[in-house]
């Protein structure tokens, strides 16, 4: 109806958007609106247009998200849940419990600082960060890493600086040009 609306942080609100740093926006496969900010996930009913938060320190949230900073949101459409690209690791968040799980350096993730999150043809998630790209394989819980020995255009990526093509060519995009690949 060409109107505009504008969500905003409200301090004395917490119905309102975690913060005003936006990083990412995901339209889920039930059309439901997710925010990405520098304060936490933000989940807006489009019906209602209440905001829910999400954060660290949410006694609600099984297993806490390992940041606030949540820099990228990738939907896994077959098991119900969001994949979260943090400052701090790999989250896994499900929908329906709200449970997460933590993924960082520890358990072979290239860097904590993820940038993008993709899934492959195969179900693989891969993502961008700040020292090459990691390569999740959900089905068998192990991570690959690639880095500019690998043809990585430089260890360092940038946020939101990827795409998938309908062929299921990969791309992201770093400080130094970009990469793509199947």
């Given at each position: 109806d060409d109107t505009i609306n504008s969500y905003l942080h409200n301090p004395e609100d917490s119905t309102s958007l975690g913060s005003n740093l936006v990083y990412d926006i995901l339209f889920d496969r039930n059309d439901n609106l997710w925010i990405a900010t520098e304060k936490g996930l933000n989940f807006l009913d489009i019906e209602s247009l209440?905001?829910?938060r999400f954060e660290r320190d949410n006694q609600e949230i099984s297993n806490r998200f390992s940041s606030n900073e949540i820099f990228c949101i990738h939907e896994d459409t077959t098991n119900n849940a969001l994949w979260l690209g943090t400052n701090a690791g790999l989250n896994r968040f499900d929908v329906k419990t709200n449970n997460v799980k933590v993924y960082t350096e520890k358990d072979g993730l290239s860097n904590?600082?993820?940038?993008?999150?993709?899934?492959?043809?195969?179900?693989?998630?891969?993502?961008s960060t700040n020292k090459g790209l990691s390569k999740y394989d959900i089905k068998g819980d192990e991570f690959n890493n690639f880095g500019v020995s690998d043809g990585l255009q430089d260890f360092e990526f940038?946020?939101?600086?990827?795409y998938k093509s309908e062929d299921g060519e990969l791309f992201f995009g770093g400080i130094a040009g970009y990469n793509s690949f199947y």
């Open positions: 209440k905001m829910d904590n600082l993820i940038y993008s999150i993709l899934s492959d043809d195969k179900g693989n998630l891969w993502m940038n946020h939101g600086s990827s």
